[in-house]
Every structure is written in structure tokens, then in C-alpha cells.
């Protein structure tokens, strides 16, 4: 069997996915999770923890997708896919977890953040494919 095909090297890109998902639903299950009773500095830090959260989900996504080579749009379009299906899921476990909420406003972030994520993914993939490329050419 060939180094590409073995099970163990295909599920390895998804484990930095898995823990994205599952640091997340550990916060998620947090009852009244707050900074600061100050909603002016406890928003800023939820904002910024739902971008960062879904911007790494979207990138190690995408990487997993596209293990081993240049991502293609199809990878991204699913990379996004995967975030927002979760970020919305997140939101419904958080309608059942007492003092939190499940807000459609949180998946707009989330998918932000998953665009984010995704741009720079696809950015480091790229240069990485192309310095792989670059290396197998030279003489």
C-alpha cells in the first residue's frame, strides 16, 4: 500500500480539526462564560474569540482538505462549509446550556472568521506548493 493511501497518514490532518471542535464545545458547554461583567470589554473578547476560534476550524480545514498540495476552490468552499455547519450547531448546544444563547449574529462572526482563516490558509498552502514545486524542478 502506498504511502498517500494508509489510513493513519489521511485521518492525521483532521486531528487539529478535532480539537478546534472540541475546545469549542467545551467553551460552548461553559455556563455564563464571561471576560468581565463590563459588556464593553467582555463583547470585544467574544468577538474576537469566535474569529480566531473559526478562523484556525477554516484553515486546518482547508490544510486537511488539501493535505499535500495546492488547495483548489472546491477545498475552500468545503473548508467553509465545515465551519459554518459547526459555528451553527455550536449556537444550537448553547440554546440548551443555562445562562448561554444560541445567536444568529455569533454565526456571522464565525463565518468571518472562517473567510479569514481560509485566506491565510490558502495563502501558506499556496507558497508551501509552490517552493515544493520550485524544489522538484531544479536540476
Known sequence: MSESVRPG????????????????????????????????????FR????????AVLA??????????????????????????LFGLSDELHQ?????RTGRIDDVITDTVGALIGIGLAWVALTISARKRT???DEP
Open 9 to 44: 497518514r489521511r485521518l492525521l490532518p483532521w486531528i487539529p480539526v478535532l480539537a478546534v471542535m472540541a475546545l469549542v464545545f467545551v467553551l460552548s458547554s461553559q455556563s455564563g462564560l464571561k471576560v468581565s461583567e463590563d459588556p464593553a470589554v467582555d463583547k470585544p
Open 59 to 84: 484553515g486546518t480545514s482547508l490544510v486537511a482538505l488539501s493535505w499535500g498540495r495546492q488547495p483548489r476552490l472546491r477545498d475552500a468552499a468545503i473548508a467553509l462549509g465545515i465551519s459554518v
Open 47 to 54: 468577538v474576537s474569540g469566535h474569529l480566531l476560534a473559526y
Open 95 to 99: 440554546s440548551f446550556v443555562p445562562d
Open 134 to 136: 520550485a524544489e522538484t
